[in-house]
């Protein structure tokens, strides 16, 4: 049930009778894991904050440059140095009060990704490296969850929906991982 603050707030919402009130509902229900909070991850957690979805997961164990502020919206001078999870959910607070954010300063790996995303209904990939896109991805089907994937490189992005009703998966698309690269 949504309070008399949250129908002011999400009133725009409310007022579409293709979601109205119970839309608004499902949202606030809703749990949503964003993994990376870095140009991806931070419009994605902006939106998803301000539309009113009710418990949001972080999880970046890096921290805020002053390299990634052109693109790492989140965050601003004060925040150089600081953990990005942490000032991240700090700012979604202040955003919006009602969401609850869940905060995972640490690096996800296969001997956490089980235990991290199985309390989320959807998931975020919005990290920069192969081997968390391919770990999500993985954690998701053993899950059952849904996972959106998105992706830059230079001026072409990619975004899509994997593993949704026992859909394609990120590895269908892209079977084996690109090898690593070596240094010279």
């Known amino acids: 049930m949504l309070s008399s603050e949250e129908l002011k ?19 606030k229900a ?38 990634n502020l052109q693109r790492q919206i989140l965050f601003n001078n004060e925040d150089i140095g600081m953990p990005k999870a942490v000032i991240a959910a700090k700012k979604l607070k202040a ?13 996800l790996e296969s001997k ?16 920069d490296n192969f081997p968390t896109r391919y770990l999500v991805n993985d954690a998701c089907v053993i899950l059952n969850k849904p996972f959106v994937f ?10 899509s929906v994997f593993n949704y009703n026992n859909g394609p998966t990120y590895r269908c698309l892209y079977p084996t991982p690109p090898q690593p690269k070596r240094s010279t």
């Open 30 to 67: 809703g749990k949503v894991l964003v993994v990376g909070a870095g140009g991806l991850g931070c419009p994605a957690l902006q939106y998803l904050n301000a539309a009113g979805v009710g418990t949001i997961g972080i999880v970046d164990y890096d921290i805020v440059d002053v390299s």
């Open 95 to 107: 955003q919006n009060p009602n969401t609850k954010v869940i905060v995972f300063n640490i690096k």
């Open 9 to 27: 707030r999400y009133s725009r919402h409310t007022i579409l009778k293709e979601f109205g009130v119970k839309g608004q509902e499902k949202l």
């Open 150 to 159: 998105g992706s830059i490189y230079k001026f072409e992005a990619q975004v």
């Open 112 to 127: 956490n990704a089980l235990e991290i995303i199985s309390e989320f209904d959807v998931v975020i990939d919005g990290s």
